[in-house]
């Protein structure tokens, strides 16, 4: 794991943008997997800024989201596919037919579950998976568990996960308890991963996940295997890890 000190969430953002942008402008074609949640925002709005400024063409590119919520409409303002319009997809050229998010409305979610993973098996995997990291290290929706889930899945969601999410909506029974999360393998497969972490209620995470064992209580902790990761994260995120 190669872990980059920034100096705050600003410096986090761009830092983690210009390695998303470099993936894109070398290769036009990448599949990139994306996260949601308000770790990636300031990246997302990096990326707008350069797209803008016409240093970025995501014309080519092929998004796959991490998670979406169980029976939220694509429609609902905390549904995932209405964060990433709002605050990415819309304010760039991707093409409408290459973003892909599950289906948090499938009436067969198994079903849907086994189209997603196959989705991604067609596009040949992941280039550069974004990932955030959650109070007790999930990533995605992949909670702490007994054992890694291998595949696209749908998940119960933990109290503390709930409890994180409440600040996105009006009432806390407001909050979904299920939701349908990428698994282990697609992410693990991707050709590079790059987690960001801001906070300091994410430090006990980051520490167990890049310094315990590698154990399915701690999700993200299955990343020290993989031979390519980059974990940028603040101060206060990286302030229980050694320097």
Known sequence: MKIIHAKDYNDL?????????????LKPESVLGLATGSSPL??????????????????EATSVNLDEYRGLPADNEQSYHYFMHQNFF????????????????????????????????????????LLGIGRNAHIGFNEP??????????????????????????????VPRQAISMGMQAITQARKILLIASGADKADALYASCFGPVTPQVPASILQLHQDVTIIADEEALSKCPR
């Open 90 to 129: 819309d304010h760039i050229n991707i093409d409408p037919a290459r973003i892909h998010i599950p289906d948090g409305m499938a009436a067969d979610p198994e079903a849907e579950c086994r189209r997603y993973d196959q989705l991604i098996a067609d596009l040949g995997g992941i280039d550069l998976q």
């Open 145 to 174: 568990d007994d054992h890694f889930s291998k595949y696209t899945h749908q998940v119960d969601l933990t109290e503390s996960t709930i409890a994180a999410n409440t600040r996105f909506f009006e009432r806390e029974e407001d």
């Open 13 to 25: 953002s761009r830092k983690a943008a210009n390695i998303i942008s470099a993936q894109v402008i």
């Open 42 to 59: 300031g990246v997302y709005r990096q990326l707008i800024l350069w797209y803008e400024k016409g240093d970025l063409d995501f014309a």
